[in-house]
């Protein structure tokens, strides 16, 4: 077994916002999801998938064409440095990210966090372009939607949300409590 060093970059963010994560290569593509989800903050209220060379996988289903993410392990589909895959989250929304291998190594760990810049944006706030106008809202207490923007996001003062923060401890420890020490 070896231990995959993987950068996961939400497409088209700027300033770019992303991951960098240690994941065994026999974790399954649904596996690597739910590691997302921790990553970024999300709730795992969407559809989801991901499209490799190999074909698309995601929840299984035939009219989609989806073929079942347990079916697949990330270290089959990313095998050299510079290998990479996509990663579509809320077909609503649209988060895209890239998925890139940087490194292989001949240890086996438990998943976790090495790096990450900015806070992943909210969830259901309408992809990059609506978080980009989210942020303009909440930088802007004069704007109309400012009060109900903060309602929505349970803010009491907009500086509650820093879009530049990133927390590793944390969510290094959301991923230890998913996904325990073997």
């Keep these: 077994m070896t ?41 795992r209220s969407h559809l989801w998938v991901f499209e490799t060379a190999d074909g698309v996988y995601g929840l ?21 440095p510079a290998d990479a895959l996509s990663y579509q989250y809320d077909f609503g929304d649209d988060w895209f990210h890239e ?3 940087e490194a292989r190594e001949p240890v086996r760990g438990r998943p976790r966090c090495l790096d990450g810049r900015r806070a992943g944006p909210p969830e259901d706030c309408g ?22 923007t903060l309602e929505w ?8 949300f820093d879009p530049a923060a990133f927390d590793l401890a944390a969510v ?6 998913r996904f325990p020490s073997e």
Excluded at 60 to 80: T, W
């Design 3 to 43: 231990t995959l060093t993987v950068k996961i970059t939400l497409t088209d963010s700027e300033p770019a916002i992303w991951r960098r994560v240690a994941v065994p290569d026999d974790f399954s593509l649904a596996d690597v999801h739910e590691l997302i989800q921790d990553a970024f903050g999300w709730e």
């Design 60 to 80: 299984p289903d035939p009219e989609l064409g989806h073929a079942d993410a347990r079916s697949k392990r990330i270290g089959e589909v990313l095998r050299a």
């Design 99 to 101: 998925v890139t291998l």
């Design 127 to 148: 992809g990059i372009g609506g978080y980009e106008e989210l942020l303009d809202v909440l930088a802007d207490p004069s704007h109309e939607d400012h009060d109900e």
């Design 153 to 160: 996001l349970g803010l009491t003062a907009a500086g509650e």
């Design 172 to 177: 290094n420890r959301t991923l230890a409590g």
